[in-house]
């Protein structure tokens, strides 16, 4: 899967909360269907992306003007975006 600004996204993962009828909650990762709506109360669903990693911006200047750059600073990053929780009722 690839966006047009950056790199691939690495894996989309959709997080489900939900509240059984005694009251506990659970936190389990989910497809995109609904589950087995006859024991869930209240359910919370969020989205969480990560892009392959891929380098900073000073790892390309390196190879552009021959600078030199400290052993300690990090090459690559990984950009993570989450959405807001969608809440679907009983």
């Known amino acids: 899967m690839k966006y047009r600004m950056r790199g691939s996204i690495e894996w989309v993962q959709v997080g489900k909360i939900s509240l059984d009828r005694a009251g506990e909650s659970r936190d389990e990762v989910c497809d995109v269907k ?8 209240e359910t919370l669903y969020d989205t ?4 392959t990693p891929t380098s900073y911006w000073k790892i390309h200047d390196v190879g552009r003007y021959g600078v030199k750059i400290l052993d300690e600073c990090p090459r690559l990053t990984q950009e993570r975006v989450g959405t807001s929780a969608i809440w679907c009722g009983p």
């Open 48 to 51: 969480r992306v990560v892009e």
């Open 34 to 41: 609904r589950g087995d709506a006859g024991t869930i109360h």
